[in-house]
């Protein structure tokens, strides 16, 4: 299994439309989880934290599932710029450099008009 | 906004040719990092350093090499490129917490396009 796994996509979707995917993870000892946008050719950029509680940043919402090591991101009213690939990022494995970090390999998303 | 920089944005040159690539951040941040990422690809780890005069390898393995001299900046030399090396270089940072986001957050610079012809 590997560290972090993630559905490649494309996902495409309607604009207006509520997208979900998921991000499993195999290490039960992970502390810290992210999600990243990365947009073509550019550099990956935070779009938020997952905290145990879930959280939710205006049209996301990112939910942690430790039994089954998972983490979900939900986007409400997707938005032609919400087009991008989503990272999932997780720690706690002894690669990844200083902070354990490994980054999945992201699930594209297509907002069609 | 991030505070990292790299330079420069697009590089291309010819084999047999050594290059730097300049990654700083003004963040005060103790961990810097290298990736590697060719376009639709994931990202791989090359280098990273805890510190001043600390630098490791990655995941990947990279002929590249790095040094830490200043806090700031953590630049990455090929001394010999090759047509193999042509990707995308991306520079990484993450330290004392002066964001609610935590320590281990990870901000990148906006990567260094190399072409080796």
């Known amino acids: 299994r590997k560290e972090v796994e993630q559905d490649p996509g494309p996902f495409n979707v309607p604009e207006g439309a509520t997208v979900a995917f998921n991000c499993t993870y195999s290490?039960?000892?992970?502390?810290?989880f992210f999600w990243y946008r990365q947009d073509c050719r550019k550099e990956p950029k935070l779009l938020m934290s997952?905290?145990?509680s879930g959280n939710e940043d205006g049209r996301f919402t990112a939910q942690l599932n430790r039994a089954s090591q998972y983490i979900s991101l939900l986007i409400r009213d997707s938005k032609l710029s919400d087009s991008a690939t989503y990272l999932c990022?997780?720690?706690?494995?002894?690669?990844?450099?200083?902070?354990?970090?490994?980054f999945g390999k992201g699930t594209h998303l297509i907002i069609q008009p | 906004e991030a505070d990292i920089y790299q330079t420069p944005r697009y590089l291309v040159i010819g084999t047999g040719k050594k290059i730097t690539l300049e990654c700083s951040q003004t963040?005060?941040?103790?961990?810097m990092y290298w990736y590697q990422q060719d376009p639709g690809m994931e990202l791989h780890l090359i280098h990273y350093?805890?510190?001043?005069?600390?630098?490791e390898k990655g995941d990947l393995s990279s002929e590249s090499t790095v040094s830490r001299i200043r806090t700031e900046h953590f630049p990455l030399t090929l001394e010999s490129a090759r047509p193999s090396h042509t990707s995308q270089y991306l520079c990484?940072?993450?330290?004392?917490?002066?964001?609610?986001?935590?320590?281990?957050?990870?901000?990148f610079g906006p990567g260094t396009r190399l072409t080796v012809l």
């Open positions: 350093s805890y510190g001043v005069n600390s630098t």
């Open positions: 290490n039960s000892a992970s502390q810290s």
């Open positions: 990022v997780v720690n706690g494995r002894l690669g990844g450099g200083a902070d354990g970090l490994t």
């Open positions: 997952v905290y145990s």
């Open positions: 963040m005060g941040h103790d961990k």
């Open positions: 990484a940072s993450s330290g004392p917490n002066r964001t609610p986001r935590g320590t281990d957050t990870q901000y």
